[in-house]
Antibody, heavy 126, light 109 residues
């Protein structure tokens, strides 16, 4: 059973960089062709997809955040990470890491978030 | 970006009721539509992928079903149970950036 766990500071000052790590257990992060992703949820609000990493280094980020987001992977540690620069109060949210599960059929590939971390609240405040 | 709109935003229902939640995409997404259930303080849980396929990992009860294609989709709960009171989200994986609906909160009547 795959498990994910987020870790990192719960409080970040405005204009600084938010850094989170997701540790994956129960499976290798480099096998299976899975994507690994970050999602956030503003307090009391809906879900926002941040971006993903795959193939040990290829990334894609939501254009709304793209210039501030870096996603990286540490394969020996079975971890992947998120860095979000120049944070403001609007970046206060619960941040989730998740695996992108895949079902491939003849002419289609379906992606979905099948395993999630428990989430970690990051507050941006001075 | 593809906009996902759910209706209603909230509903009140009783145990045993049949509940239907609708999700509409701003453009055709074929059947690249997923549904999640989220309980307070917990991460979302995958219920349905590809519009109508039940998640195997999550052991989704058979009372949950999904349907639809193109722009209009539904999640149906046939016989609401106490543990089903939660917020439900749809999400499209047709094109990046992947986007979610705003959520539908199912409350106890």
């Amino acid at each position: 059973q795959v498990q994910l766990q987020e870790s990192g500071p719960g409080l970040v000052k405005p204009s600084q960089t938010l850094s989170l790590t997701c540790t994956v257990s129960g499976g290798s992060i480099s096998s299976g062709g899975y994507y690994w992703t970050w999602i956030r949820q503003h307090p009391g609000k809906g879900l926002e997809w941040i971006g993903y990493i795959y193939d040990s280094g290829n990334t894609y980020s939501n254009p709304s955040l793209k210039s501030r987001v870096t996603i990286s992977v540490d394969t020996p540690k079975n971890q992947f990470s998120l860095k979000l620069t120049s944070v403001t109060a609007a970046d206060t949210a619960v941040y989730y890491c998740a695996r992108v599960g895949i079902v491939a059929v003849v002419d289609a590939r379906y992606d979905f978030f099948d395993y999630w971390g428990q989430g970690t609240l990051v507050t941006v405040s001075s | 970006d593809i906009q996902m709109t759910q209706s209603p935003s909230s509903l009140s229902a009783s145990v045993g009721d049949r509940v239907t939640i609708t999700c509409r995409a701003s453009q055709s997404i074929n059947n690249y539509l997923n549904w999640y259930q989220q309980k307070p303080g917990k991460a979302p849980k995958l219920l349905i992928y590809a519009a109508s396929a039940s998640s195997l990992q999550s052991e989704v009860p058979s009372r949950f079903s999904g349907s639809g294609s193109g722009t209009d989709f539904t999640l149906t709960i046939s016989g609401l149970q106490p543990e089903d009171f939660a917020t439900y989200y749809c999400q499209q994986s047709y094109s990046s950036p992947w986007t979610f609906g705003q959520g539908t909160k199912v409350e106890i009547k």
